[in-house]
C-alpha cells in the first residue's frame, strides 16, 4: 500500500512539475488549436463562396473550400505541436504507416473516394442534372467523394458509389427527362392538323422544357391509321405530372376537332359448314 501511494506521489509530482514548466505552451497550443479550426471554417467558406461567385460548378467549388480548409487546419495543428516541443517528424512516419494499412483495409472505400475526386475533376455531370447510369436515373443533388446522390421523380433518393460511375456510360440529359410516346390517328384524319394539335396541347403545359421545342410527326403508316411520333422534354421533378397533363392536353385537342383514334380491326371470314 505504502509502495503505491509513492507511485502515485511520484506521477503527480512529475505532472505538476510538467503543468508548472510548460503551462504557458500548453495554453499557447490550444489557443493556437482553437484559432486554427475558426481560421480554417473561415479561409474555406470564403474560398467556396468566391469560387460560387464566379460561376465555378457548386461540386468543385465545395470540394475545394473542404480541402483548403483542411489543408489550414493541418498548418496551424504542426504550429500547435511545435508549441508543445514536439516533433512533426515522427508523426508523419506513424500517419503514413496507419495510411498503408488503413490502405490495404479500405480498398472500397477508396475507391470510391478517387473515383469522387476524378467526377469533381472531369465533370461528366454537375449538380441539377438529370443522368442515367447503371440502369438508375435521377436528378443529381450532391456529389460526395465516397458517392453521388439522386432523386427520382417520385423523391426517393439514390446513392449510387462512385466507383460504379467512372468509366461507366452516363447518359446526361442535363435538367430535363425526355419523354418519348406514339399515339395513332385515323386515315381519315388530316395529319398536320393533328401534329399541329398535338404540338400546342404540349406548349401549354408548365412543365415543358422552354429550351427545346417538342418533336411531333409521322412515325409510321399503321394498318389502322398514321402512327405520329412524340417527342418532348419535362422538368425530371415533375416528369410523371406533366405527362399526364400534356396526354389529357392532347386527347382533349384531337376529340374537340374530331379526330379519332382508330380501334384495331380484325377481319374474320366465316367458311361454310361441310355438308354430310
Known amino acids: 500500500m505504502e509502495q503505491e501511494i509513492a507511485q502515485f506521489q511520484t506521477m503527480y509530482a512529475q505532472i505538476s512539475s510538467y503543468l508548472v514548466n ?5 495554453i499557447g497550443a490550444i489557443i493556437v488549436g482553437l484559432i486554427g479550426l475558426v ?3 473561415k479561409v474555406g467558406l470564403v474560398v467556396e463562396h468566391q469560387m460560387v ?3 465555378v460548378d457548386v461540386t468543385l467549388s465545395r470540394f475545394t473550400g473542404s480541402g483548403v480548409k483542411i489543408l489550414v487546419l493541418a498548418m496551424f495543428i504542426i504550429i500547435a505541436l511545435g508549441k508543445l516541443g514536439i516533433s512533426v517528424t515522427p508523426f508523419v512516419a506513424a500517419i503514413g504507416a496507419l495510411s498503408l ?4 483495409a479500405l480498398q472500397g472505400m477508396l475507391s470510391n473516394y478517387s473515383a469522387g475526386v476524378a467526377i469533381v475533376v472531369t465533370r461528366p455531370f454537375i449538380v441539377g442534372d438529370t443522368i442515367t447510369v447503371q440502369g438508375v436515373s435521377g436528378l443529381v443533388r450532391e456529389v460526395r467523394l465516397g458517392a453521388t446522390l439522386l432523386t427520382n421523380e417520385d423523391g426517393v433518393q439514390i446513392a449510387i458509389p462512385n466507383k460504379f460511375i467512372v468509366g461507366e456510360i452516363i447518359h446526361n440529359s442535363f435538367t430535363d427527362s425526355i419523354v418519348e410516346m406514339t399515339i395513332d390517328i385515323s386515315y381519315g ?10 404540338r400546342t396541347a404540349i406548349d401549354s403545359q ?3 422544357s422552354k429550351a427545346r421545342a417538342p418533336q411531333v410527326g409521322i412515325q409510321d403508316f399503321g394498318a389502322n391509321g398514321y402512327t405520329l411520333g412524340i417527342r418532348y422534354w419535362s422538368a425530371t421533378e415533375q416528369l410523371f405530372q406533366t405527362r399526364y397533363a400534356a396526354n389529357a392536353a392532347i386527347h382533349k385537342a384531337l ?3 374530331g379526330i379519332t383514334i382508330p380501334l384495331p380491326q380484325r ?3 366465316m367458311l361454310p359448314a361441310r355438308e354430310r
Not at 510548460?22 to 500548453?26: E, V
Not at 384524319?189 to 398535338?198: F, K
Open 53 to 55: 461567385k464566379h460561376r
Open 267 to 269: 377481319v374474320v371470314h
Open 189 to 198: 384524319a388530316d395529319p398536320m392538323q393533328a401534329i399541329e394539335l398535338i
Open 255 to 257: 376529340q374537340a376537332n
Open 206 to 208: 408548365s412543365g415543358i
Open 101 to 104: 494499412g488503413a490502405g490495404l
Open 22 to 26: 510548460y503551462s504557458f505552451q500548453i
Open 39 to 41: 481560421v480554417a471554417r
